[in-house]
């Protein structure tokens, strides 16, 4: 027989017992036996030439089967399990030859499950003097015991007092399968604050060894520092006045219960953080400190930062006060600012840029050169560094009107003259109109002032903007012609009388054009005269007719006639100039009876 036979758990196992008769298989009594834990043999199994029988009562009673062939007893037992582990034995006895045994060891082998690891949830101090927990491995539901070893980055850990322990706990579960935890402590130094620990574990297979390997693992240690480091966090590059300075303070260890502090050495004030945010402005500038302090040993670690904030003040313009320059003189005026930077200064009018430098000079001043101007002083280092200031120029002289349209034509009853004068100092202005002195309505301007007057315009006047102040005197004049609108209404009249189909016209009176007259008073009259003598003569010849006077009618008039249905009468002025008069029949009347 084998020495042993290998087996995974629930699997099927052989067991062949092998032998020599001269009797044959037919003559021979055959038995199986298993060891049990206490060393007695246990029968499972007897055959003899009559008959075979598998004994009750034993663990194997529905899980074996046992076959023959002339010198060989195969013993099969199914789902193997754990407790299956065991020693047995083969008997065979002949009639004549006697008996033999042999024995076989059956090995079962459970794969286990992948091993979980843990750290530890703490941080590990490098100041510990015993080792610290670092981590727990576990593999679960192996067959044999399973071995577990530990790595730091790739190197197995060995056991050794005082440095590094390792400790192994087995537990057998319920199926009888063995579970390992093993416990990781070591003495950390700074170095392990970046390495993997894992652990590996090796188990048993039939006829091999096969390993697998747990996820890695990081520790935090706490280390002292031996060097502190301060810096300015934000803004990058140059500080200027009105930024928000963060600075930041920290060692190169790792112990959360090292005290920081940074601390502003000239003015003493002092941040109890690692951090410190500062409304910068010029005093701010100087020698910060950083300082760390170990609690343990007290020990303290100091380094310094300068920072410097850089600034710029408030344009300062000369003159200060409004610039006064006489038409043809020259102006100088000067824009400065104090600053830790250098600065370049540009002059500005009504938005467009005019000059460079910190000298503005106006050369041959006239009433152009009047008005606000602005100096921006900029560091071109930094961006948004800047200040302005002001400088107003007032040139004297005598006054300018500017000349606008002086004719103006009106059909309204009221009219806006405006007068828009140059000068300083600021001019006086005094209107004449239609005989009488006003003032207007005054607005002073930048350079200047400008006067509105309303007039009530009923005929053609003049009006006269004077304007004056202690440099001379301007004067301009408006004439006004009022434009008349002459209409006359003509009147129109229809009388309709009805003899038979009965039917009614009326014609409605075209309005009169309107004809524009000559500015012309005597014009004017003539033209009204002679409308009127038209009107009268019309009312004559038409009063003539009804009695019958003109051509030779008299009394009454027939109005009848035997070709004509309807009889209408009517009168229609087309114009003020000429009138249409019709006959009793409408029939137009030559020119003669008009």
């Known amino acids: 027989m084998e020495d042993k036979v290998e087996v995974s758990i629930k699997e099927t196992a052989q067991i062949t017992c092998m032998y020599t008769s001269d009797e044959g298989s037919g003559g021979m009594v055959i038995e199986w036996f298993y060891v049990t834990r206490s060393g007695d043999k246990q029968r499972i199994y007897h055959q003899d030439p009559v008959s075979n029988t598998v004994d009750k009562g034993t663990p194997y009673m529905d899980r074996i089967n046992v076959s023959t062939a002339t010198g060989v007893v195969v ?46 949830e703490t941080g590990v101090s490098v100041d510990k003097f015993e080792p610290s927990k670092i981590g727990t491995c576990e593999v679960k539901n192996g067959y044999p015991r399973p071995n577990v070893t530990w790595y730091r980055d790739n190197m197995p850990l060995l056991s050794s007092p005082g440095d590094t322990i390792i400790e192994f706990r087995t537990t057998t579960e319920s199926n009888g399968l063995l579970s390992v935890v093993s416990e990781l402590s070591r003495k950390v130094v700074k170095e392990d604050k970046n390495a993997k620990f894992y652990c590996e574990v090796n188990y048993f297979v039939p006829g091999a060894t096969q390993m697998t390997e747990s996820a890695p693992i990081t520790i935090t240690i706490y280390y002292p520092s031996t060097e502190v480091y301060i810096w300015v966090e934000s803004p990058k590059g140059k500080i200027k006045e009105g930024d928000v300075v963060e600075l930041r303070c920290t060692g190169n260890g790792n112990d959360p219960s090292a005290l920081l502090s940074i601390k502003h050495t000239r003015s003493g004030e002092t941040w109890e953080t690692d951090t410190a945010q500062i409304n910068a402005t010029r005093i701010n500038s100087g020698e910060y400190e950083c300082q760390i302090v170990d609690t343990e040993s007290f020990e303290s670690l100091t380094n310094t930062t300068e920072v410097f904030v850089n600034y710029l003040d408030p344009a300062v313009v000369v003159p200060e006060q409004p610039a006064m320059v006489l038409q043809g003189k020259d102006v100088m005026a000067t824009c400065n600012a104090v600053s830790s930077l250098q600065t370049e200064t540009t002059w500005f009018k009504d ?56 004719v103006i034509e009106t059909v309204n009853r009221e009219v806006d003259l405006k007068c828009h004068v140059r000068g300083y100092p600021v001019p006086t202005i005094i209107w004449t109109a239609g005989g009488k002195v006003s003032k207007g309505f005054q607005k002073v301007t930048e350079n200047g002032v400008e006067s509105v007057l309303k007039v009530q315009v009923t005929s053609d006047m003049t009006a006269v903007c004077n304007a004056s102040n202690e440099y001379g005197s301007d004067t301009s004049t408006f004439n006004i012609k009022a434009i008349a609108h002459t209409t006359t209404q003509a009147t129109s009249t229809t009388t309709t009388t009805t003899i038979s189909n009965p039917s009614v016209k009326t014609e409605t009176a075209k309005p009169p054009k309107k004809v524009k007259k000559e500015s012309n008073g005597v014009i004017i009259a003539v033209v009204i005269i002679c409308l009127l003598l038209l009107a009268v003569l019309g009312s004559v010849l038409y009063f003539l007719y009804k009695k019958g006077k003109i051509c030779g009618r008299s009394g009454k008039q027939d109005l009848t006639k035997s070709n004509k249905d309807n009889i209408v009468v009517e009168m229609k002025s087309d114009n003020t100039e000429e009138a249409i008069l019709l006959g009793v029949n409408g029939e137009k009347q030559p020119q003669s009876h008009q």
């Open 75 to 120: 013993l099969t037992i199914s789902d193997v399990q754990v407790e299956d582990e065991r020693e047995f034995t083969c008997r065979i006895k002949g009639l004549t030859d006697g008996s033999g045994e042999g024995r076989t060891k059956l090995r079962v082998f459970a794969t286990p499950e992948r091993p979980t690891i843990e750290a530890v």
């Open 351 to 406: 938005g467009e840029e005019i000059s460079k430098g910190h000298t503005l000079i106006l050369t041959n001043a006239t009433f152009d050169t009047s008005g606000t101007y602005t100096c921006v002083v900029s560091v071109t280092e930094l961006e948004d560094m800047q200040t302005n200031g002001t400088l107003i120029v007032h040139v004297q002289g005598p006054p300018q009107i500017r000349k606008d349209r002086t």
